[in-house]
């Protein structure tokens, strides 16, 4: 059902939390409350309050669900009777605000006499002003939209639910929370919500993000089908492997967000299928962990082979196995004896196993260096270039066309944001799809 609503941003720009005064017991008064959206840049909270006693104490306290934990803010505050006090919540690096990121706030005030007054707790949804919003929802998935009908983005919807449901299947997970998906026209207009965009070196461009674990931002200029699928994975993996222990290798991750997609890039599997005629694939151990990706250098190559590993992994042990393999890590097992512990090896025996299976000897060293092939440089809960499928502008190896002018080089550019205020991780981490523009 449709939910024909406008930007819950609109509503919120000047929204009054507290319409009149209030009066707490001992005669501390809030004159008024509110809170100012003023995205790209994050949202302002104002409060004034008086009593017959000189305010000695105003604090802001706050949480982002669904990962934020209670933390507290030290606002700008005047001195006396009656006193105004405002917090400016920046979107920053430290703490990036995504277009629909909640945030659950109240105040606490404290006079000389010794009075108290908590508020009560208020919900605002930071939103992105420039567009004019609609939804359509199914269970707990919403998708957001502007430039757009029903009858196009209705699909959309339904490919992100089924999406959410094959990964759910997969991973033996259950997303139990909302899912807010907000689907942009261009990547170009995407870019003032993003987190890399600001950021991304000259040339790149981010199709997809995932800036906390229950919102999805996709370009709809670019495979933007695949590029949700691919976003909705993680967003179930971050689920299956929930807890203090939810670090997962790169090889495993990747993989398996690629497993969601209808298909790699056609330019990944070539260059897998050129590693293994070569016997210059990765190794297993290799693809554990990386950083921030600054070059195309065997881009393609990791996520083909994470997901042809992953694949292999699938078909070996059928879905139930493969299911079993989050559950041990999510338990904190290590990858290895996760690995062992379901299938009868660890990374290095998974390695010569996948070899194996694409008719590759195994390696003579087991080593965790295997060959020393040079690995892409990605961290864990991270995502990929551009989509496969037919496209007018075509995908090729990271090593292809150097100069070229029309060329498409993939690069990847992810990072884990763990967002720590006060000592408390309040948000959860960050995804990002890039692709190199092409030259013109």
């Known amino acids: 059902m449709k939910l024909m609503v406008r930007a819950i941003a609109l509503a919120f720009t000047a929204w009054m939390l507290l319409g009149g005064a209030v009066t707490a017991q001992g005669g501390i008064t809030v004159d008024f409350a509110n809170a100012r959206n003023e995205f790209p840049d994050g949202v302002v909270f104002d409060i004034s309050v008086h009593s017959d006693a000189e305010i000695t104490s105003v604090r802001f306290r706050y949480t982002i669900p669904p990962e934020g934990a209670n933390v507290y803010g030290e606002p700008e505050c005047n001195s006396g009777e009656q006193v105004r006090c405002t917090f400016n919540l920046k979107s920053s690096p430290k703490l990036f605000l995504a277009p629909g990121t909640t945030v659950i706030h109240h105040w606490q005030i404290e006079d000389a006499d010794g009075n108290e007054l908590e508020t009560d707790p208020v919900t605002f949804i930071y939103e992105d002003t420039r567009f004019d919003w609609e939804s359509i929802s199914e269970g707990n998935l919403v998708l957001w939209y502007y430039s757009a009908d029903e009858s196009e983005v209705s699909p959309v919807l339904q490919t992100a639910v089924e999406g959410l ?257 006060g000592g408390f991780v309040v948000g959860g981490f960050a995804l990002a799809r890039r692709r190199r523009k092409p030259s013109s």
Do not use: C
């Open 165 to 421: 449901q094959r990964m759910e299947g997969l991973l033996g997970a259950t997303v139990d929370f909302p899912v807010k998906v907000f689907r942009y026209a261009s990547a170009e207009e995407m870019r003032e919500a993003s987190f890399y965009s600001k950021d991304a070196p000259a040339g790149i461009v981010t199709l997809g993000e995932v800036p906390f674990s229950d919102t999805a931002l996709v370009s709809a200029d670019y495979e933007p089908l695949d590029v949700l699928r691919h976003e909705l994975a993680h967003i179930v993996i971050r689920k299956a492997v929930e807890g203090p222990f939810s670090n997962i290798p790169a090889w495993l991750d990747e993989g398996t967000a690629v497993y969601a997609q209808v298909r790699p890039l056609a330019g990944e599997e070539e260059a897998l299928e050129e590693a293994i005629r070569k016997d210059n694939v990765l190794s297993v151990r290799g693809m554990t962990s990386a950083s921030l990706a600054r070059s195309a250098s065997n881009v393609s190559l990791f996520y083909a082979q994470a997901w042809s590993v992953v694949s292999f992994l699938v078909e070996r042990g059928g879905e139930s196995k493969y299911a079993q393999l989050f559950v041990a890590l999510k338990e904190g097992t290590t990858v290895d004896k996760a690995l062992q512990s379901v299938y009868g090896f660890d990374q290095n025996g998974l390695d010569n196993a996948w070899r194996e299976s694409v008719g590759l000897p195994p390696r003579e060293s087991a080593g965790a260096g295997g060959k020393s092939t040079a690995v892409p440089q990605i961290t864990p809960f991270s995502l990929d270039g551009q989509q496969g499928g037919e496209s007018s502008q075509g995908s090729q190896s990271a090593n292809d066309g150097e100069g070229g002018g029309s060329t498409v080089v993939i690069v990847v550019a992810v990072a884990v944001a763990v967002v720590v205020v």
